[in-house]
């Protein structure tokens, strides 16, 4: 019976297959098989039992429900996968597992299992980029209202908006590429990390077994990989996430009734907005993104705590990561998905944008005047003038550019046609176009 809603409501099947029951096991029969491959050739147990026990290890072989089986009556699921190993493998089974620890079977199997999930998060990654950057492309001279604190503040453009957020995704990807060099290691050290049950030959198994598995073999560990590793990917996740938290609330917001710049998509022949309310349209997509991203960002903290480990190691870390491991995995790869589909579809209502901009009757312009009027008497006696005239305006609930028109001093530099001019928005939005260009051919030029 599915109980968490992974099971049966987020999550891709390609995530959801990374981290199901058969595939850990066969990941961690993997490193199994590359440890006896290692052992074998160097002289550490009989080359041929080596290849045998390489030749099983895996889930052709070695079947999970044998190996809860016999974990039902030890109470060890790594012990349970090497005897059902051993089973399969005849005389070779007395050489599995010959020297190794548990968490070293377990870690460098997560590392495989980490290692599936990025390349699949990299590659929503560079599909979410793509997205953002064609937006950013096609709205680069969308002109809107800006926004600080809430209130209105200067013109800019939704290409601005699509470029910021596409140049985060694209801080990830990188933040993704290094990352894969502190994370995607090896263990194969022993009870403590000195080598002691392998012998003298224990570094050179530790260093084969990595480059059998396409891993890097960790410089120093005690009985586990240390979980600094594990902590940043899962802050990486987190990171990303947020990212996707922001862009939702910028979409949610935007799409208010009373502003209606952004719309997510919405089949108004079959969908339903609310059981009450017929005519509801609501951003649940982004609202999914924004909610997920909550639990997302939580479990930076149990990986967190798991750093600490006592002296060699205990055991807390384990029972936690089962569960924090698979969650951040396929619920970062869902509201990747849900970003995606969402801002394909996105529409961007121009005629809205241009409704919001006059809403202030021009205050959003005094910026502009002030620049202006401040090459002729100053800077600080421009601001303090126009931004007394701007308060008139709101007091009074007038047009801006009315109270500039009938103001004197205002008068004696700038005419009624400049005035005019400076009342323009669509021509004070500054390099927006050159800038969001700018991003959009840094970024190609990358990938």
């Avoid at 495989?112 to 998060?121: H, P, Q, R, W």
């Avoid at 120093?220 to 990486?236: C, G, S």
Wanted: charged letters at 30%.
């Amino acid at each position: 019976m599915a109980v968490h809603p992974i099971d049966y409501r987020y999550g891709s099947e390609e995530m959801r297959k990374i981290w199901e029951e058969k595939n850990k096991l066969d990941k961690m029969l993997k490193v199994e098989g590359a440890l006896a491959k290692a052992q074998g050739e160097l002289g550490i147990i009989p080359k041929e039992h080596a290849e045998e026990i390489y030749k099983k290890a895996s889930v052709k072989y070695v079947s999970l429900e044998r190996v809860k089986e016999i974990e039902k009556e030890i109470k060890h699921d790594v012990m349970a996968m090497v005897r059902a190993l051993a089973e399969v493998c005849g005389e070779a089974g007395e050489y599995v597992h010959f020297g190794a620890t548990s968490n070293d079977i377990v870690d460098t199997s997560n590392s495989l299992l980490i290692k599936e999930t990025l390349n699949i998060i990299e590659n929503k990654l560079k599909e979410l980029l793509n997205v953002l950057l064609e937006k950013a492309e096609e709205h680069k001279y969308t002109v809107c209202v800006g926004r600080t604190h809430g209130q209105h503040a200067i013109p800019t453009t939704y290409g601005m908006r699509f470029a910021l957020w596409a140049a985060e995704i694209d801080r990830h990807l990188d933040r993704l590429k290094e990352l894969k060099e502190r994370v995607l290691v090896s263990k194969m050290t022993g009870a403590v990390g000195t080598c002691a049950a392998m012998g003298e030959k224990g570094l050179e198994v530790h260093k084969k077994v990595a480059e059998i598995l396409n891993l890097k073999p960790d410089l120093i560990t005690n009985q586990v990989i240390q979980r600094d590793r594990h902590a940043e990917f899962i802050n990486l996740m987190a990171l990303i996430a947020q990212t996707l938290n922001k862009i939702g609330v910028t979409v949610r917001n935007m799409q208010r009734t009373e502003i209606g710049e952004l719309e997510e998509e919405f089949d108004y022949k079959k969908q339903v907005g609310s059981s009450t309310m017929p005519h509801k349209r609501n951003p649940i997509t982004f609202e999914q993104i924004c909610g997920l991203s909550r639990v997302i960002k939580s479990l930076c903290i149990a990986e967190m705590d798991n750093i600490p480990l006592w002296e060699e190691r205990d055991l807390t870390n384990s029972s936690s990561e089962r569960c924090i491991f698979a969650e951040v995995s396929v619920l970062t790869d869902h509201i990747l998905n849900l970003s995606i589909k969402g801002i394909k579809k996105l529409r961007v209502n121009k005629e809205n944008c241009k409704k919001n901009l006059e809403l202030t009757k021009g205050l959003i312009m005094a910026e502009r005047v002030m620049i202006e009027l401040a090459k002729k008497i100053g800077r600080q006696r421009a601001y303090k003038l126009v931004r007394d005239l701007a308060m008139k305006a709101y007091n009074e609930n007038r047009h801006l550019k009315d109270v500039l028109l009938e103001n004197e001093e205002i008068r004696k530099y700038l005419s009624e046609k400049d005035i005019e001019r400076l009342m323009d928005y669509n021509s004070y939005i500054g390099l927006a176009p050159q800038i969001v260009e700018n991003v959009i051919k840094t970024i190609r030029e990358k990938y």
